[in-house]
């Protein structure tokens, strides 16, 4: 079994799930008890200043809180880049490149950590389920980019990592949202 850990997992154009329609999904964990992601294209009203009052000076626009999935909604998670330089830094657990997940219990480290994304919720899938999901074509797993976590543009993202994808693959950034319209 290969862990899809640090990849995304792109919704399907078919993927019709009102929970999962056009995501982009950031693979936290995957192993063979289950996986955990957090959507990154799902932008809430809610001020970070208001929810976390700490660390609203580490997060990127837009500052309010994401909709990382439907489990556990009360449950706050985050994203940060870690700054050029650092290394080792104590609440920060490196996932790819300079992305790693922050720990919300830790004393706010915003010399060490930038750009951060704070989610209430995450997506979450039982032993076997992700995978077959992936053998019913519901998602493209693609690899991340650092700018994917901290994009000032969520609700463009899922076009946006299509468009990047080479070939054909591309084509599915201009999929209509109701294919019947077409």
Request: charged share 20%; hydrophobic share 45%.
């Amino acid at each position: 079994m290969y862990s899809l850990r640090g990849r995304l997992l792109v919704a399907g154009p078919t993927l019709r799930d009102p929970n999962f329609f056009r995501t982009v999904v950031l693979m936290l964990e995957h192993d063979e008890d289950g996986a955990l992601g957090l959507v990154l294209n799902r932008p809430t009203d809610y001020p970070i200043a208001s929810a976390l009052p700490p660390w609203a000076g580490a997060v990127s626009e837009p500052d309010v809180v994401f909709v990382g999935g439907p489990v556990a909604p009360e449950t706050a998670l985050a994203l940060g880049r870690l700054r050029a330089g650092a290394t080792d830094v104590p609440g920060w657990l490196r996932l790819f490149g300079s992305v790693g997940v922050v720990d919300l219990e830790a004393t706010p480290l915003l010399c060490d950590v930038r750009d951060m994304r704070i989610f209430a919720g995450y997506a979450g899938w039982s032993a076997g389920q992700v995978e077959g999901e992936l053998a019913e074509d519901a998602w493209l797993v693609l690899d991340a980019a650092t700018t994917d976590t901290t994009t000032t543009t969520p609700d463009e993202l899922w076009s946006a990592v299509l468009r990047r994808q080479p070939g054909t693959l591309s084509f599915l950034a201009s999929y209509p949202d109701e294919p019947s319209w077409n």
